[in-house]
């Protein structure tokens, strides 16, 4: 944050040339970084820890490297819809007092982000805590709370727990209405194990609840309370559109494709796209997303392991592979069943510059070859970068930059 927005950028860019260089690609193919349309009010999804400070409650975030809970109360980050929902729900939650399966988190000592510091200045702070493991579960009780904004301003709440009372959760979510009047759905759910924030029991809705719209661009999409989407919709719009601009054929297959905003662009462009996600609510909506486009007869929506399905498709069936995993990258299941495929094209959209330059490295170079990386920042204001790179098959015709 203490960059001026070119050096982020540039930052940005840095970290990708030190991933590439670290496994010997090509540091020429590197591109300036996109610039995000707007660097402050962009997030558009927020998970928050559950926490109390003296005698009232907050909604927080972990301060580096512990489990101390900062207060996110007006973070500039947040769209406002984002924040209208946090503000409304901690009333509630003042006003219910739940239990919370961290009763005795460590919060911080200040009401903001805190002075800068030091590096030396900062580890003698961390040294200073009275613990960095994670606060023990001592029972049921509220642990997160997950909100989603559209571009509309409406809102998705998720209060995720350890067996959470129901009642509690009933109370919380009409108090929170009668604060906010832009939620489209509350919900009760689990928590993961752990420090993961999002389980996978049933979900519980609080009174009555509507499907989330949002809209990028021309297109209307529905998400799920546990489907993924991007958190900055107008700089992913972005990439998503270098994505479709450097697609080549009609015929493409896109893994992780999510609830299809991708695959949408890639078919109002021409192409047949066979789009294959593992996380269930998402292809649901996926599918619906297709329909409400009219493009359920050029989108077909496969939900399944990436690996096993895209080992099911013929080889030479696909002009282009898109790619688009979790941080952790693709598996060398993966890999290789997108080599077998045999396309024209790879493109590989990454949050991680580590794990794609390790993914790169692992495509057989005697069959491809690496002709552009484009940076984008998608996390304004954060070290995070996301990276789209191109690789063309040696014997296929050139459709580059």
Request: contains cysteine; charged residues 25%.
């Amino acid at each position: 944050m203490h960059l001026e927005p070119g050096a982020q950028l540039e930052h940005k860019r840095q970290q990708v040339l030190r991933a590439f260089e670290n496994v010997g690609l090509p540091p020429s193919v590197v591109h300036p970084t996109m610039p995000a349309p707007g660097d402050l009010h962009w997030r558009a999804r927020a998970t928050y820890v559950v926490a109390r400070h003296g005698e009232r409650f907050l909604l927080g975030a972990y301060r580096r490297g512990t489990h101390v809970v900062q207060d996110m109360a007006g973070c500039p980050l947040e769209e406002p819809a984002i924040a209208a929902a946090s503000d409304a729900l901690v009333r509630a939650i003042e006003e219910v007092e739940p239990p919370l399966a961290y009763p005795d988190v460590q919060t911080a000592y200040d009401s903001g982000c805190g002075s800068p510091t030091s590096p030396r200045q900062f580890d003698d702070w961390v040294k200073s805590l009275e613990t960095r493991r994670a606060p023990q579960v001592v029972g049921a009780g509220l642990r997160y709370v997950a909100l989603r904004a559209s571009s509309t301003g409406f809102v998705t709440a998720l209060l995720l727990g350890a067996d959470t009372p129901v009642e509690s959760a009933v109370a919380i979510a009409r108090r929170a209405r009668e604060n906010f009047a832009g939620f489209s759905g509350i919900y009760l759910g689990p928590s993961g194990r752990g420090d993961t924030m999002m389980g996978n029991g049933a979900l519980v809705e609080l009174g009555e609840c509507r499907p989330l719209l949002d809209c990028v661009d021309e297109f209307e999409v529905e998400i799920s309370p546990r489907s993924f989407f991007q958190v900055h919709r107008a700089a992913a719009a972005g990439l998503h559109r270098v994505a479709a601009e450097r697609a080549v054929g009609s015929r493409i297959v896109e893994l992780y494709s999510g609830v299809g905003l991708l695959s949408l662009r890639l078919a109002k462009g021409g192409a047949k796209v066979t789009a294959i996600e593992s996380a269930p609510e998402a292809c649901r909506d996926a599918v619906r997303n297709a329909d409400r486009a009219g493009l359920s007869q050029e989108i077909r929506t496969v939900s399944g392991d990436a690996a096993e399905e895209a080992g099911r498709l013929a080889p030479g069936a696909f002009d282009s592979v898109v790619l688009n995993p979790p941080r952790k990258g693709c598996s060398a299941q993966v890999l290789s069943a997108v080599e077998r495929l045999e396309p024209r094209r790879i493109i590989y959209v990454s949050c991680n510059p580590r794990t794609l330059a390790r993914d790169l490295v692992a495509l057989d170079s005697t069959k491809w070859r690496l002709t552009d990386a484009i940076p984008a920042d998608l996390f304004p204001h954060s070290e995070h970068v996301e990276c789209l790179a191109v690789m063309d098959r040696h014997d296929a015709s050139g459709d580059g930059f």
